[in-house]
C-alpha cells in the first residue's frame, strides 16, 4: 500500500494578539483513497520587540486626573480608561498600552509629565 503525505499551501485566516493563524489542507492519499483534514498553525509575528506600559497606583492623583490622561494620551475610551484606572488603584499596576518602544516613549513622557507613574517593561 503506497503512503504519501503532501501539505497543501498555507493561507493566512487572521491575526490574533500578534500571531498569525495559519490554515493548510493536509492531504493523505492511501492508494486510491484519500483523506483530508485542517490542521491549524500558530506563527509568532514579531512579538519580541513589544514592550508594556505600566501605569503604577499612587496616593496622589485621582481618578478622574488618572482616566483623562489615558484618554488624552492612549485614545483609550471612557470606558476603557475607567476599567484601567480600577486596575490600577485595586491592584497597584496595570498595562495600559502594548506596542514597540519607539511608540509608547512619548506616550510615558506624557503620562509622566501628568505626575502619574509610568514605565516601560
Do not use: W
Request: charge should be negative.
Amino acid at each position: 500500500m503506497l503512503f504519501y503525505q503532501f501539505l497543501i499551501a498555507f493561507k493566512e485566516v487572521e491575526k490574533f494578539r500578534g500571531r498569525r493563524i495559519l490554515k493548510s489542507n493536509k492531504m493523505t492519499i492511501y492508494g486510491t483513497y484519500q483523506e483530508e483534514e485542517l490542521v491549524d498553525i500558530l506563527e509568532d509575528v514579531g512579538m519580541e520587540d513589544h514592550k508594556d506600559l505600566m501605569v503604577y497606583n499612587d496616593d496622589v492623583n485621582t481618578f478622574d486626573h488618572v482616566i483623562d490622561t489615558l484618554i488624552r494620551v492612549c485614545k483609550h475610551s471612557p470606558e476603557q480608561a475607567e476599567q484601567c484606572t480600577m486596575l490600577i488603584h485595586y491592584r497597584g499596576k496595570c498595562c495600559v498600552k502594548k506596542g514597540p518602544f519607539k511608540e509608547l516613549k512619548p506616550m510615558r513622557e506624557a503620562i509622566c509629565e501628568a505626575g502619574i507613574d509610568a514605565r516601560i517593561l
